[in-house]
RNA sequence: GCGGCCAUGGUGUAGUGGUAACACAGCAGAUUGUGGAUCUGUUAUUACGGGUUCAAUUCCCGUUGGCCGCCCCA
């Protein structure tokens, strides 16, 4: 094989894109009910773009971005999320102003230079929402909700809502300093990794999965312990709304994202029928970013949803009831003169809504046939030389193998009704 | 970036140090103008490069890729 997609990614073929475009569908039409309306922003940006936001220490934007310089010389970076983008489109358009509430989703693919494993690709595909303008927990419910509905209306099952707050800027520094009070002394028993993120990051501490770090994990402080005031109020009201609107979740205190834009809210969806890379959506609040990225202070929140890992639960779970791309009228021909009429007749079916094919290899009139078959046909339409004549043909039912003589004139009409 | 396992026709799988087996799919045929059943025939330089050997698909090394885990995340 002298070509193969680049590592990493992956062909979505004909037989796979009825369920891709299910799911499609079924994002656009869920956001659509709870009011968002799609942006779609350029596959990439100026790489700025994405450091200032996602966070200089992340991994995202130390080790996992396609970045590249364009003939010009300025670097440019295909974009490895899209709460950036579209940040950063929704302040150039201006649709992004402190009285303004702008509810968008997206859908696309995205890029990250991460070793492939599975749920895991270098290109993949998310489906996300974004708020601006609100700071209401009603809305950090209705955003969790919404997750949960959408996920609902794929068909998963077996799912878990796992919610946390993380502070925001005034509270967050005072809780780093009580977990690196608390780990300093244990410092020496947890792993490498552990005590790198003591310096960069303390709170992807509680993340670790070494058990000999859970262990230490378990008793350290809880960030819902260190909110303060304002923090804790907003995050017993999304709380409150969550359980006003009947949503199951788990408040996980251990849950800290990898962006370094979130504050406050912090949830993730995790779904018991996957490997190692577990989480459906994550999402959170994240009320300082606008204005980090040069807009008015504008509280917002977002989540994104991986494509793939739904395609995986649904194929496993063989829900995709076999969305079947049958034609309706397939119009067998023998002879030339018979092609050019069917021809005819393959057009005006078409034209009438009616999916329609043709033999393209010179078939015998039994090959067709199979070919028909093969098609998921309805109906094949069968001229020879003497239906020529008669100016009418057999119109076989695939399904009965029920056979009428129909005429060329009455043969749409018979699909019409 | 690190580790484990793996790499045979379109697909899924056998197998052996001496030039590949099976199933399914595909194509062609089994009386002349008709599909889905059956039968027959047909479809592979055994991922790439190098090494050991009289001889490698089978052994060794490297590369590439896949799967799984770590990391990270969706």
Redesign the pocket.
Known sequence: ?KY?VP??TKDILPDDTPLWQFIEDTCRETFGLFNYREIRTPIFEATDVFTRSIGYT???VKKEMYTFPDRKGRSLTLRP?ATASVVRAGLENNLITPDNLLKVYYLGPMF?Y????????RQ?H?AGVEAFGSADPALDAEMIQLSVKLFERLGLKELEVDINSVGCKKCQPAYREALKKYFESNLANLCG?CRQ?FELNPL?IL????AHCRKYIEQAPAMVDHLDAECKAHFSQVVGWLDHLLVKYKINDRLV???DYYTRTAF?IVSKQL????????GGRYDDLVEEMGGKSVPAIGF???L??VVEILKAESRQSKIENRIGLFIAT?GDEARQVGFHLLTKAREKGISADIDFQG?????Q???A??LGARYVY?I????LKNKS??L?N??T?E?KEVSFGELLSVFVK
């Open positions: 094989m193969a590592r990493g992340t991994d995202i999320e990250r991460e070793r492939p494993q599975a749920g895991r690709q993949f998310q990794d993120r992807r993340d670790c999965k070494e994202r990898g962006l993730e490997g190692a890379q577990n989480a459906v959506c994550g994104a949803a991986g793939e890992r023998i078939k015998s009139l039994k090959a046939m199979k070919a078959d093969r069968i020879g030389d003497d239906e043909a057999v076989k695939m399904g193998a056979q």
